[in-house]
């Protein structure tokens, strides 16, 4: 959801709020968005502790994270999917990468801070380097 329809929606419930029960109604919107904020900030909250805890730039499965990736994911949200931060390739446009274990590597690409595009680089495998066969 964008930001501009959830303030949108607070607005309205603030109108509707005042319309139906005055004062009251006003307090109890705002009560709601307060707790509506809190929570997303708890969120946030636990996101960045859980991946500022992993090793930068690692996952568990490269394979497993590009497939469950998509178009227009936040960063929040690909960070909740890796369990780590990135590591950071680029700015302009904004790039990062994850790498596992076997040396898989998902490289992302995100515009205005969304996934627009990405890409996995799988490992050559062990007897594939330099057969020349």
Known sequence: MSSALGWAMAVLGTALGWHAYGWRGVALAVSVIVFWLLLQ???????????????????ANAVMLH???????????????TRSLGEKLGDDP????????????????????????????RAPAPGDAGTGA
């Open 41 to 59: 900030f708890s969120r946030t909250l636990r996101v960045m502790r859980a991946a500022g805890q992993a090793p930068v730039g690692h996952v």
């Open 67 to 81: 497939a469950r990736l998509r178009p227009g994911l936040r960063l929040l949200e690909i960070l909740a999917l």
């Open 94 to 121: 904004e790039r990062y990468a994850w790498r596992d274990a076997g040396g898989d590597r998902v490289t992302l690409e995100l515009e205005s801070g969304r996934l627009a595009r990405w890409q996995l680089d």
